[in-house]
Nanobody, 121 residues
Framework: QVQLAESGGGSVQVGGSLRLSCAASARPFSRSVFGWFRQAPGKGREFVAL???????FYADSVKGRFTISRDNPANILYLQMDKLKPEDTAVYFC???????????????WGQGTQVTVAS
């Protein structure tokens, strides 16, 4: 099973940017689907963005136009570029891998440990 490890979290001011990385322990299949999810304090985990390893990004309305999901094929790394950050983006961010192109987190089999993002006003 492919292991996932996130990095790149931290603290940033409102309007700032961060780039999260998710390193896969092995080359994903081209049909694999990767997602980013987040969990704010006291709330459930919610969908942020997803893409097939070969492309087709899709975003939650709350981050559309501010976040960009991408991947580095040779390095087996998934990215989440986060711009124009807001206090409501504060959460633990998780990357996940599955085989279905869906925002339903139940469909994802492998998860990273999460990385904290804090946006200070």
């Amino acid at each position: 099973q492919v292991q996932l490890a996130e990095s790149g979290g931290g603290s940033v001011q409102v309007g700032g940017s961060l780039r999260l990385s998710c390193a896969a322990s092995a080359r994903p299949f081209s049909r694999s689907v990767f997602g980013w999810f987040r969990q704010a304090p006291g709330k459930g985990r919610e969908f942020v963005a997803l893409m097939r390893w070969r492309g087709s990004p899709f975003y939650a309305d709350s981050v559309k136009g501010r976040f960009t999901i991408s991947r580095d094929n040779p390095a087996n790394i998934l990215y989440l570029q986060m711009d124009k950050l807001k206090p409501e983006d504060t959460a633990v961010y998780f990357c996940a891998m599955g085989s279905q192109y869906t925002s339903d987190q139940q469909a994802y089999d492998s998860w990273g440990q999460g990385t904290q993002v804090t946006v200070a006003s």
